[in-house]
């Protein structure tokens, strides 16, 4: 009777991105900004001319996160 070969479940290892993980030396650091609906009506309305945040819903813009990561934050274990 044959070897039944079986195709192995993938691996992740994969985290959330966080600021400040202390898994990379200092220099690969994730950097994340956080910006909240409130402080960023000005922002918002800065890009479309005429715009005022009291013309916003409820005054917020858009929340953003402003993000600097390494591209060998992770590491990629797919190779067969």
């Not at 070897?3 to 202390?22: D, K, M, N, Q, V």
């Not at 898994?23 to 409130?38: A, C, F, K, M, N």
């Not at 005429?50 to 060998?72: F, K, N």
Request: charged share 20%; hydrophobic share 40%.
């Amino acid at each position: 009777m044959g070897t039944i070969r079986r195709r192995p479940w993938p691996l992740s290892l994969l985290l959330a991105l966080e600021a400040g993980i202390g898994l990379d030396p200092e220099q690969l650091l994730s950097e994340i900004t956080y910006r909240g609906h409130r402080a960023n009506a000005s922002e918002l309305c800065s890009l479309f001319p005429g715009l005022q945040p009291a013309q916003l819903p409820d005054g917020m813009g858009w929340a953003v996160q402003d993000v600097r990561i390494s591209t060998h934050k992770g590491t990629q274990m797919d190779a067969p």
